[in-house]
């Protein structure tokens, strides 16, 4: 059965405390990682897809990496507005998206 | 461009009522996700249409069912409702299977 597991479930920063959100997955065959931004009353919304180890992607303070048996996002001098669950899914051969149960991030002035 | 839309946005029911859940997808997108959402288990798939077929379904009981438009819109029910079934529900739609989703606010449920 395919699995994601994302840690720490959750993270206090500083403005400007840089810092990585992990997310582990198990599935079979890989069709792609994705990365989601959560805010409290909303639905998930998309930030990045990763496909094949090695691959990265970057937006603004932003950039999630991909292994073979992990993902990344790593957070660049962080603002209070980058405060918000950050949620992880994979795709396997199933098509089936498995959510991570997110780690919620608070970023203090 | 209009996004994901659900409704209702509240809903409160009570044990052994059955509630049906809309969703109206991106101009575009034929493929329909439904996901409950809940503070200890976060996101559990709970189905996915494609071009009004169920393609894949989650771990959930019978009680739970789906369905999905020619015009792609999608509705969900779910019968003799329980305690558990408190949760936000959330839809997603995409251009096709294994696309980034695009999700709408969800509706959060409520049995009393």
């Known amino acids: 059965e395919d699995q994601v597991t994302q840690s720490p479930e959750a993270l206090r920063l500083q403005e400007g405390e840089s810092s990585s959100l992990n997310c582990s997955y198990t599935?079979?065959?890989?069709?792609?990682l994705f990365w989601y931004r959560q805010d409290p009353g909303k639905g998930p919304e998309f930030l990045f897809t990763l496909y094949s180890a090695g691959e990265e992607k970057e937006k603004e303070r932003l950039k999630a990496t991909l292994t073979k048996k992990e993902s990344f996002l790593h957070i660049t001098a962080p603002k209070p507005e980058d405060s918000a669950t950050y949620l992880c899914?994979?795709?396997?051969?199933?098509?089936?998206?498995?959510f991570g149960t997110g780690t919620r991030l608070q970023v203090t002035l | 461009k209009a996004g994901v839309t659900q409704t209702p946005r509240y809903l409160i029911k009570t044990r052994g009522q059955q509630v049906t859940l809309s969703c109206s997808p991106i101009s575009g997108h034929r493929s329909v996700s439904w996901y409950q959402q809940t503070p200890g288990q976060g996101l559990q798939f709970l189905f996915e249409?494609?071009?009004?077929?169920?393609?894949n379904k989650g771990n959930f009981p019978g009680r739970f069912s789906g369905r999905q438009f020619s015009n792609s819109r999608s509705e969900m029910n779910v019968s003799t409702l329980e305690l558990g079934d408190s949760a936000l529900y959330l839809c997603?739609?995409?251009?096709?299977?294994?696309?980034?989703?695009?999700f709408g606010s969800g509706t959060q449920l409520s049995v009393l």
């Open positions: 997603a739609s995409s251009f096709g299977p294994n696309e980034k989703l695009f």
């Open positions: 599935v079979s065959g890989l069709r792609g």
């Open positions: 899914a994979a795709a396997g051969t199933a098509s089936k998206l498995t």
């Open positions: 249409y494609f071009s009004e077929t169920q393609r």
